[in-house]
């Protein structure tokens, strides 16, 4: 369903989502409000979510990670930037898929059905962009990188003292994620 979602309707939803098409900034009052979800129905919100979240993650993780490598990626993708301020500070993704379940805008338990299938799709075609345009990035280092950034990472201890965290989306979405990279790229190591 999310990759359907994703190849076939994303581009067009994030075009109605974007304030507007010639800036790619988003997220300035997110924390307040995120009322520019209203241009996307609430049927897709979940899907859409999730793949925001991965494309900004993606984005932010090649500019933290890979440096040397983001102008040509950013060339190549135009993601959109995730950030507050005038100075255009990153915000942590986290905020995208938790603001909307705080606030009301999405149903959370659909969100969180979808995150599995999300990551594994993240993965996908992360790796197949990378084997296109960026070879030299090892995929395993790059999700390996991923987990254990301090923006992405919820450590296992965190949820073990609180355990009513393993119901908190953002807690779902990094599980979700580690799971993905064990099936998809551990394994074939």
Known sequence: MIRDYYLNQFKTDLNSFMPDARLPYFGHGWNYNCFDLNKISIESRPEFLICLYFTVLVDQAIYTHFRSDYDYFAQLTQYPKFCHGLGQFQKNPR???FVPVEKGMVNKEKLGKELSAGMELFIDEFVEFIQNYMTHINPAD??????YDSDVQIPLLIVM???EMKDDIVVQAYEALRAAVEKKIKKKN
């Open 95 to 97: 905020e995208i898929l």
């Open 142 to 147: 790059f999700f390996d990188k991923l987990l």
């Open 161 to 163: 003292l609180k355990p």
